[in-house]
């Protein structure tokens, strides 16, 4: 019913940057929250950001005040600002949304299918 592709992963040095967007389509009647986590293998997904629909934001305390989330309401797409990189924020990245859909009574949680940052010499 609704699909989420991220994109702008890839390899950046250590202290670099990466911009990560991510597209919402589908049945969708509205979106509520979106955000962006992150797992390694072995690990469990974390959270890195989320931004509400009216752009209130959380981060996890490992990437504030290095990254930033930031929506388009309009075209569903959120992203990802990605400053000041460091190896241990490699990771597979996906975009998450809440979203109400057409034959849909609630929210319900959709993810992407993730896109892969390394951060390395």
């Known amino acids: 019913q609704v699909q989420l592709v991220e994109s702008g992963g890839g390899l950046v040095q250590p202290g670099g940057s990466l911009s990560l967007s991510c597209a919402a389509s589908?049945?969708?009647?509205?979106?509520?929250?979106m955000g962006w986590y992150r797992q390694n293998p072995g690990k469990e997904r974390e959270l890195v950001a989320t931004?509400?629909?009216?752009?209130?934001?959380t981060y996890a305390n490992s990437v504030k005040g290095r990254f930033t989330i930031s929506r388009d309401n309009t075209l569903n797409m959120v992203y990802l600002q990605m400053n000041n990189l460091k190896p241990e924020d490699t990771a597979v990245y996906y975009c998450?949304?809440?979203?109400?859909?057409?034959?849909?009574?609630?929210?319900?949680?959709?993810w992407g299918q993730g896109t892969q940052v390394t951060v390395s010499l």
């Open positions: 998450n949304a809440l979203v109400h859909v057409y034959g849909g009574e609630y929210y319900q949680d959709y």
């Open positions: 589908g049945s969708i009647i509205s979106i509520d929250t």
């Open positions: 931004i509400t629909l009216s752009g209130s934001t």
